[in-house]
């Protein structure tokens, strides 16, 4: 009695399951994303010589990585020719 919600719920190890590294990185990274700041880097870089082929190669880069994650993570895209 007086104890929410449950004595034997771990809010903690909920938390460490939901707040691992990847993701807590996930979060930082997305909030910074969200504010003006990458808009106006890019208006300031966008002229700059050779700045194309940058984006172009970071976002194969990125594109890879996402690639790899899913494949590390048992990612199956034939799991409906089985029904």
């Known amino acids: ?6 004595p034997r719920f771990r809010w903690r190890s909920l938390l460490h399951r939901l ?3 990847e993701s807590i990185f996930m979060l930082i990274l ?7 700041l990458g808009r106006k880097l ?13 984006s172009f190669a970071l976002s194969l880069a990125l594109f890879v990585l996402c ?12 799991i409906y020719f089985q029904f």
Do not use: I, T
């Open 1 to 6: 009695p007086g104890q929410w919600p449950c």
């Open 67 to 78: 690639l790899f994650r899913l494949a590390a993570g048992g990612f199956s895209p034939f």
């Open 19 to 21: 707040l691992d590294g």
């Open 30 to 36: 997305a909030c910074l994303c969200s504010l003006p």
């Open 42 to 54: 890019w208006l300031r870089l966008e002229n700059k010589v050779g700045m194309q082929w940058v």
